[in-house]
């Protein structure tokens, strides 16, 4: 399976506090194992996966448990609930969300967070990434529909869930990944439906949704690059963007533009705040100057 979005950190700075520091990560889909080497190469952490707590009673993609809290929230309570498991000062989690994209809202969209906890340092971090999902769901009337919307979420890659009649529907089978358990799971709904309708969606849990798994890896770099950069007045890592200053000039007609032209970093810890220029120093596209393109 290809995760795509390849990127190889160098080799973790001998300065980093977190080089050798052992990391609980409450996870119980798998995902310590495309989190715990990317954080290894950045900083040279050891993820290790913390087990004894069912993160499904936080929420669970399938609606049949909400969660409670936001997005950040819910990855922060996994995260602290982990270090008070392992006795690690130091805690990992990751949440997933998706909905219409932001641009158009036309396609599925995955944004995944990862939030790194340390409780000496009283400092949180978070990485983030986003793009488009593997989240679709369907109404099949008959199997025919439903073989042909497997093969278009590419399954068995992708794994599917199966309920009677529609989508909050308590009868349900989850982790479909062969077609002779989707051709007996798609039986039993329709005996059990109302209508001989069957509600069928890709299965959204990282192990089951290698479109999700990409995002999360690349969630785990932009991390990993936070947590690299060190505060050159205290050390401290996160040492990252705040602010974004527009004015970039447009390439026509020298006028300074929305597009940004600078950027502001700033410690998580002592405030220190620091203006660098953007590496692309290559004037604004027309098209986004108020004055060429009013």
């Keep these: 399976m290809s995760l795509g979005g390849h990127v190889t950190p160098h080799a973790p700075p001998a300065r980093s506090p977190y080089r050798g520091q052992r990391a609980a990560f409450l996870t119980q889909h ?3 194992d495309i989190v715990g ?5 950045f900083v040279g952490c ?3 996966r913390v087990a004894g707590y069912d993160t499904d009673l936080l929420g669970t993609f399938t609606r049949d448990v909400a969660r ?6 819910a990855a922060r309570r996994k995260a602290q609930i982990g270090m008070e498991l392992s006795g690690l000062p130091v805690g990992l989690a990751s949440e997933g969300s998706f909905a219409p994209d932001p641009f158009a809202g036309m396609f599925p969209w ?7 906890l340390d409780k000496l340092l009283g400092l949180e971090v ?7 999902a593997n989240s679709a769901q369907i109404l099949a009337a008959s199997w025919e529909d439903a073989e042909r919307f497997a093969h278009a979420v590419r399954f068995p890659d992708h794994y599917l ?10 009868r ?3 982790g479909i990944a062969h077609w002779s358990e989707l051709k007996a799971a798609y039986d039993w709904a329709a005996a059990q439906s109302s209508g001989g309708r069957v509600f069928i969606e890709v299965d959204l849990r990282a192990y089951a949704n290698p479109t999700r798994l990409v995002n999360i890896r690349l969630a785990a770099v932009d991390l990993g690059r936070r947590l690299a950069s060190l505060c050159p007045v205290c050390r401290t890592p996160g040492f990252w963007v705040v602010e974004s200053i527009a004015g970039r000039p447009c390439q026509a007609c020298g006028a300074p533009t929305r597009e940004t032209r600078a950027e502001v970093h700033g410690c998580l810890r002592c405030g220190h705040r620091l203006t660098r220029d953007c590496e692309d120093p290559a004037p604004a596209d027309p098209a986004r100057c108020d004055y060429c393109n009013p």
């Design 46 to 48: 050891l993820v290790e």
């Design 126 to 132: 978070v990485g983030v990434a986003q793009g488009r």
């Design 172 to 174: 349900i089978r989850k």
């Design 161 to 170: 869930v199966v309920r009677p009649d529609h989508d909050g529907d308590p």
């Design 37 to 41: 080497p990317v954080l290894q190469g």
């Design 110 to 116: 995955n944004v995944e967070l990862l939030v790194f």
């Design 30 to 32: 798998g995902k310590e």
């Design 68 to 73: 409670a809290g936001t997005q950040l929230e």
